[in-house]
T-cell receptor, first 114, second 112 residues
Framework: GDSVTQTEGPVTVSESESLIINCTYS????????LFWYVRYPGEGLQLLLK?????QKGSSRGFEATYNKETTSFHLQKASVQESDSAVYYC???????????FGTGTKLQVVP | EAGVTQSPRYAVLQEGQAVSFWCDPI?????LYWYQQPRDQGPQLLVY????????NSQLPSDRFSAVRPKGTNSTLKIQSAKQGDTATYLC??????????FGKGTRLTVV
C-alpha cells in the first residue's frame, strides 16, 4: 500500500545547529505522488510547510527545504540553522494531487533548545 | 479569510455515549476531509466529500461512525456508542482544486 515512514521523535537540537528529519515513502497505487511536509506549532492547527509535485525538484519554505528523490523514495526535511521558534511537530505526507486526500507519517516532534 | 472551524474543541465521554463533531470549511472549498489522529500517530483519513457526495469512506467504521455534508458546505461527524479506542483528535480539512489543504485545530476526544 501507500505509506510514509519518518524519523521517530522527539528530536532535540540546539539553536543554530542543523537539522534533518528523514522521510521515505511507498507509493504503490499512485503513479505520480505529490510529497508534502506539514507542521503543527503548539496550540495551532496543522499547516502546509512545503510541497513538491515533481520528482527531482526541491521545495523550500521558512528556511526549510526538501528534495523529492524518486530513486531513493525519500523526501528528507533539512534546515541549516534552526531557531527556537521551529519547535513543533513535523509530518511528512504523500498524495495524488489536488482535491485528493493525503497519507501521513507518524510525525516527528522537534524541540530546539537555547 | 476565516480558516476551517471545528467545534467542540474538546469532548469527554463515557463508553457507549454518542458525540457529534461539527466542521465549517473555508468558503468556496468543495472538498472536505475528516481525519482521525490517535495520540503519537499521524492523521488517518476517515472520509472525504466533494460537495455533498462521499468520495471515499472506506476507512470509516460504518457500524458506529457516520458523516454527512448535506448542502456541500458544513459537515457533521457522529460517533454512536463511543469506545475507548476512539480516543483521538478529529481533524477537519478543506480544499479546492487549486488550493492546498487547510486544517482546523481539531476536536480532542477522550473516551473513558
Amino acid at each position: 500500500g501507500d505509506s510514509v515512514t519518518q524519523t521517530e521523535g522527539p528530536v532535540t537540537v540546539s539553536e543554530s545547529e542543523s537539522l534533518i528529519i528523514n522521510c521515505t515513502y511507498s507509493a504503490t497505487s499512485i503513479a505520480y505522488p505529490n510529497l508534502f511536509w506539514y507542521v503543527r506549532y503548539p496550540g495551532e492547527g496543522l499547516q502546509l510547510l512545503l510541497k513538491v509535485i515533481t520528482a527531482g525538484q526541491k521545495g523550500s519554505s521558512r528556511g526549510f527545504e526538501a528534495t523529492y528523490n524518486k530513486e531513493t523514495t525519500s523526501f528528507h526535511l533539512q534546515k541549516a540553522s534552526v531557531q527556537e521558534s521551529d519547535s513543533a511537530v513535523y509530518y511528512c505526507a504523500l498524495g495524488e494531487g489536488s482535491g485528493t486526500y493525503q497519507r501521513f507519517g507518524t510525525g516527528t516532534k522537534l524541540q530546539v533548545v537555547p | 479569510e476565516a480558516g476551517v472551524t471545528q467545534s467542540p474543541r474538546y469532548a469527554v465521554l463515557q463508553e457507549g455515549q454518542a458525540v457529534s463533531f461539527w466542521c465549517d470549511p473555508i468558503s468556496g472549498h468543495d472538498t472536505l476531509y475528516w481525519y482521525q489522529q490517535p495520540r503519537d500517530q499521524g492523521p488517518q483519513l476517515l472520509v472525504y466529500f466533494r460537495d455533498e457526495a462521499v468520495i471515499d469512506n472506506s476507512q470509516l467504521p460504518s457500524d458506529r461512525f457516520s458523516a454527512v455534508r448535506p448542502k456541500g458546505t458544513n459537515s457533521t461527524l457522529k460517533i454512536q456508542s463511543a469506545k475507548q479506542g476512539d480516543t483521538a483528535t478529529y481533524l477537519c480539512a478543506s480544499s479546492s482544486a487549486n488550493t492546498e489543504v487547510f486544517f482546523g485545530k481539531g476536536t480532542r476526544l477522550t473516551v473513558v
